[in-house]
């Protein structure tokens, strides 16, 4: 079976992420829009791993333009979690919160209402 992923097969909504990144004094911060998932995978980990290199006190993950992220999103945030003081700012979206909380990881995960709250800590 194929899939096709041209414009015209994707749902309406459907957005590729786009990951801008910054530093500030204590943090580097990558700041995502649209999805996070599948198809963002090789962005979003080359992303994560140049935040973990980078050497700052901790890595913030704004995700408050996020819209939907998945099993694979979440894989490579624990990747992360576990290398680094990874610190997820929102306000999250409802379908990114639903994952956080189903899965459990709003136990595992340093969740925080904004990224100025995040870089801050």
């Known amino acids: 079976m194929t899939v096709d992923k041209s414009p ?3 749902p309406s909504g459907d957005e590729d992420a786009a990951i801008g990144s910054h530093s500030t004094a204590s943090a580097y911060v990558l700041a995502p829009t649209g999805e ?3 198809d963002a995978e090789v962005e979003l980990r080359e992303s994560l791993d140049a935040a973990v290199a980078a050497g700052c006190g901790h890595v913030v993950l704004d995700l408050s ?14 990747a992360a979690h576990l ?3 990874l610190r997820l ?3 999250l979206a409802p379908e990114v919160r639903r994952l956080i909380d189903v899965t459990g990881m709003n136990a595992v995960l340093h969740l925080f209402p904004s990224v100025a709250e995040a870089a801050a800590r």
Request: glycine share 4%; charged share 25%.
């Open 8 to 10: 015209q097969a994707r």
């Open 36 to 38: 996070l998932d599948a």
């Open 65 to 78: 333009r996020v819209t939907f992220a998945d099993s694979t999103a979440l894989q490579l945030v624990l």
């Open 83 to 85: 290398r680094c003081d």
């Open 89 to 91: 700012a929102g306000p």
